[in-house]
């Protein structure tokens, strides 16, 4: 593996191999026969499952941990996330044993310069349509390797594996910068609304991030960009620049009917057109997702009708997208959706999206905030987007890597709700509200660990 181009590294050791994107990595380089090892803080079924399959993983972070084979600095390449701190003991080891170590987007970036890179970056967007295209590469004879940010419910997995495909599926990760470590053979751009201001500092540095991405796709290849968007994009000589949307671009979608819980729609392109495709998921947003994702396949040449049709009418999509938990028959049927949503639009879309499927339903959004940094950059978005609610049950701040913030609570988006069928609460007496307020539709929201309390959520609304 010519990770640098100074080496051929015949093993590497992942710093915080139980990440689902460190997981990805893994089985694609132990399936192209390198040896794989790496710690994590704690063991999860992700990591039970990759050492079943040959990752030799451990949980302490002591350097007496890393494998025997792993401690040679010329055959070993360390690979690392940003969420693992640089004071672990077992990363100081590496980092003054003189070991080449590299961020896992580096490598990411390694597996776009030997294949032909599907890349989707957005604020949001991302995973859902980058899913799309690799179930529709799945689904065609080429085949595709795929490096996504959530599990496929049609695998069961975020990582999809060809021998012979010269394709490769990657969500192009804006988060410190990642996605300029990557060569996009066609990159498609879903949205630019600020994102991640802990890191940029203004929204004209987060769209320059993009615009530089836009720098790093191959001569000959394809830049599909979603009109209106406030980014100046800078392809190279020879990339061709494409728009897409759900009504208008290059590639767009007519005849859409929505009814009795389907949506169906024309794919228009440049030079033609496929009639009756169809939502697996049919929700208003993957609408445009799924045009982006079949614009971007049928770049590749290898979409054809039929296998447009079946992909689309069979994806499930990412675990967390839009996924439901319970979903009752009938007018008066009752529902439990779950949903990553963790940035205002996100947010609203989704609430969005729920209201146009259950039209006159009582609806009731349990919130968690993720970041205190987005809370506080966008606590007027989230309380507008909450406010489309009936009823909103709000939990505290999901903090995932960052320190608490002076000042910056849950209460800051809670003020400004309009609905007055609010409460705040913490997220351990989150179950135990559900179940004395018998909901009727009922969306469950956030990047955090909300989603934990969803199998006991379901279990009280089935009594």
């Not at 181009?5 to 026969?33: K, P, Q, V, W």
Request: with cysteine; glycine share 8%; aromatic share 8%.
């Amino acid at each position: 593996m010519n990770a640098d181009s100074r080496h051929n590294f015949t093993h590497i050791y992942f710093i915080g191999a139980g990440g689902i994107g460190m997981a990805a990595l893994e089985r694609y380089f132990l399936s192209r026969d390198i040896a794989v090892a790496g710690y994590d803080r704690t063991p999860s079924a992700l990591t039970e499952a990759l050492t079943e399959e040959g990752v030799k993983i451990t949980f302490g972070g002591e350097p007496e941990e890393i494998p025997a084979d792993f401690r040679n600095p010329a055959t070993t390449l360390v690979v690392y996330t940003p969420a693992v701190p640089k004071s672990l003991p077992l990363f100081r080891w590496f980092r003054e044993g003189g070991f080449t170590i590299m961020k896992r987007a580096r490598l990411l970036g390694e597996v776009t310069r030997t294949s032909k890179a599907l890349c989707f970056a957005g604020t949001h967007g991302k995973t859902t349509t980058s899913s799309m295209a690799a179930h529709l590469l799945h689904s065609s004879a080429a085949g595709c390797n795929a490096f996504l940010g959530g599990v496929l419910r049609n695998y069961g997995t975020n990582f999809l594996l060809s021998a012979t495909s010269p394709w490769s599926v990657i969500e192009a990760d804006e988060y410190d910068r990642s996605f300029h470590h990557l060569r996009p053979h066609i990159a498609v751009i879903t949205s630019t609304d600020p994102d991640h201001l802990d890191i940029y500092g203004t929204e004209e540095a987060y769209l320059e991030s993009f615009a530089h991405f836009t720098e790093l796709i191959q001569p000959g290849g394809h830049l599909i960009v979603h009109t209106g968007l406030s980014l100046r994009p800078r392809p190279a000589e020879g990339v061709s620049l494409h728009t897409y949307s759900r009504d208008a671009g290059d590639f767009h979608a007519t005849d859409i009917v929505r009814k009795d819980g389907r949506i169906t729609f024309t794919f228009v392109t440049p030079d033609s057109s496929i009639t009756g495709i169809e939502l697996g998921v049919p929700v208003e947003i993957n609408i445009e997702n799924a045009i982006a994702a079949l614009a971007a396949v049928y770049l590749t040449g290898e979409l054809t009708p039929e296998m447009a049709r079946s992909a689309m009418a069979s994806f499930m999509g990412p675990k967390r997208r839009f996924e439901y938990h319970l979903r009752e028959d009938g007018p008066q049927g009752r529902a439990i959706i779950d949903d990553y949503a963790h940035h205002p639009d996100e947010l609203k879309a989704s609430i969005s999206s729920v209201k146009a499927l259950y039209p006159g339903r009582h609806l009731t959004v349990a919130f968690q905030p993720h970041l205190y940094s987005r809370t506080r950059d966008f606590a007027p978005q989230f309380a507008e987007a909450l406010s489309l609610a009936d009823s909103v049950i709000l939990l505290d701040i999901y903090p995932a890597r960052e320190l608490p913030i002076p000042g910056v609570t849950s209460k800051i988006i809670f003020d400004e709700i309009k609905c007055t069928d609010k409460m705040m609460i913490d997220k351990k007496s989150l179950t135990d509200t559900l179940k004395s307020r018998n909901f009727d539709i009922l969306l469950t929201a956030g990047a955090g660990d909300i989603a934990d309390m969803l199998p006991q959520i379901v279990a009280n609304a089935s009594k």
